[in-house]
């Protein structure tokens, strides 16, 4: 029987998702306490990678089981997990639906603040600008639904078969004080590193060093960028995946541990 786990983790501890040797990654955990439960060895299969210090609000994989209790096996699979992770439903398909390659929507949400606070630290991007001209920011944002080749957003060490993207919605918000910023994105895939190199130019846009025309250029570029670099890992979440077959709603309001007052406004 097939199942899709719906699952969140804080990422501060481990060094991305996926499992390689020698790290600590949330599927390697993942995997030990499945297995630790059902007694047998076991494989699962994300919806994809997120990287080292990322968070996942919503985040499913897939695994083949014997049929069980799900809510037995979500009650006993949580209390083997660390704190920092959750099994929030474990919900069993027809056919042979794949994690990764049947989700037709994915969002991301990526949150800077402009002030040092240690309370924030871990769930949210510190970048100490001066000034950041959100203008600018917002109009930049706006452009990135009008293009579909983002060859110019992505980490050049990956070789993807394809850099088309197609983003349905991006936006950039604020809250009350102008201090912290909201930065959500939503396509059908994403390139490795995507999202935080489109943040990191955001941020050049926001505080001068780039203007939107250079910003829309890497949107219009048929050649892969020389120099390409990322915004910081703390502030990213993977926060929505949805499929044909299964749109479930979040089961964490991650979003009040950067803004407990909820006041995101329009630029």
Sequence with gaps: MRYFFHIGYNGTQYSGWQKLPQITSVQSVMETCIARVVK?????????RTDACVHASQYFFHIDLEPLDVE???FRV????????????????????????DAIQRTYDYFIHRYKDPFLHGVSSFYQEPELDLEKMKAATMLLSQYNNYRGF??????????????????????????????????????????????????????????VDEFESYLMTTATPKDVRSAFPQGLYLSKV???????????????????????REI
């Design 154 to 211: 992505y980490r050049t060490t990956s070789k993807p078969k394809t850099t088309i993207c197609k983003v349905s919605y991006a936006n950039l918000v604020v809250d009350d004080s102008g201090e912290r910023l909201k930065f959500t994105i939503s396509a059908n895939r994403f390139l490795m590193g995507m999202v935080r190199i489109i943040v990191k130019r955001l941020i050049e846009v926001g505080g001068n060093n780039l203007s």
């Design 40 to 48: 047998l060895p076991v494989a699962i299969f994300g919806c994809g």
């Design 72 to 74: 037995e096996l979500k």
């Design 242 to 264: 949805t499929y044909p077959f299964l749109d479930m709603k979040p089961r964490t309001r991650f979003d009040q541990l950067v803004n407990r007052e909820n006041t995101w």
């Design 78 to 101: 949580n209390k083997h997990l660390p704190a920092d992770i959750a099994v929030f439903d474990i919900i069993p398909v027809h056919g042979r639906p794949n994690a990764r390659l």
